[in-house]
């Protein structure tokens, strides 16, 4: 998924909001710190869906020039979503 940074941001500042508000959290710093953090572990976590993605499509590459002439008959949609499930189980990422 594609976010500018100030949509990451902004949702950010809901997660913050919507967590205070239901008394889920009790923060123990200053709202702009804990709003940075949280910044930073979705950024981190576009990152490795990024990456999963370029490593999803690789393998795919990979297996399609393997196949030759078989690889005509496969549906590359149907087959990346299968590597990229394959590839989040292993690597513990929730898609």
């Not at 030759?68 to 513990?92: H, Q, T, V």
């Amino acid at each position: 998924m594609r976010l500018r940074e100030d949509q990451i941001h902004r949702l950010a500042e809901k997660v913050y909001s919507d967590l205070a508000n239901d008394g889920l959290i009790l923060p123990k710093g200053e709202r702009g710190a804990v709003v940075a953090g949280i910044v930073k572990a979705i950024g981190l976590d576009l990152g490795r869906e990024q990456q999963l993605e370029r490593d999803a499509e690789r393998l795919l590459d990979e297996t399609v020039a393997a196949m030759g002439r078989g690889a005509a008959e496969i549906d590359r949609r149907k087959m990346l979503r299968m590597i990229k499930e394959k590839l989040a189980k292993e690597r513990k990422i929730v898609l």
